[in-house]
């Protein structure tokens, strides 16, 4: 069965960190565009990062520059959003996305083939 699961959210006091993890079954991950979205009650999904498939440079919105990082272990058909210096505007449920087409930059939502269920992450004191 081919899918992507997510795991590691929780609830995190402001300042704490969280990794989230991606992982893919039934197909392999390497070689694939990667994104990691978000989204907030009542607001729209947003992405947060992704991985490129033809060079597997990553890019983050601006928001989360330098606080959150995108990684992809191969061996683990595994990908991970590391995320530190956590706000209470980070609470969202995040999801991962993947997709086979060769591309430069990053996917955009519609174009992303496979998605995980979600985890939820809450930040607060």
């Known amino acids: 069965q081919v899918q992507l699961v997510e795991s590691g959210g929780g609830l995190v006091q402001p300042g704490g960190s969280l990794r989230l993890s991606c992982t893919a079954s039934?197909?392999?991950?390497?070689?694939?565009?990667i994104g990691w979205y978000r989204q907030a009650p009542g607001k729209e999904r947003e992405e947060v990062s992704c991985?490129?498939?033809?060079?597997?440079?990553?890019h983050y919105r601006d928001s989360v520059k330098g606080r959150f990082t995108i990684s992809r272990d191969n061996a683990k058909n595994t990908v991970y959003l590391q995320m530190s210096s956590l706000k209470p505007e980070d609470t969202a449920t995040y999801y991962c996305?993947?997709?086979?087409?060769?591309?430069?930059?990053?996917?955009?939502?519609?174009?992303?083939?496979?998605w995980g269920q979600g985890t939820q992450v809450t930040v607060a004191s």
């Open positions: 991985i490129t498939s033809s060079d597997g440079r990553s």
């Open positions: 039934g197909f392999t991950l390497e070689n694939y565009a």
């Open positions: 996305a993947a997709d086979p087409l060769w591309t430069i930059a990053c996917l955009s939502e519609n174009e992303y083939h496979y």
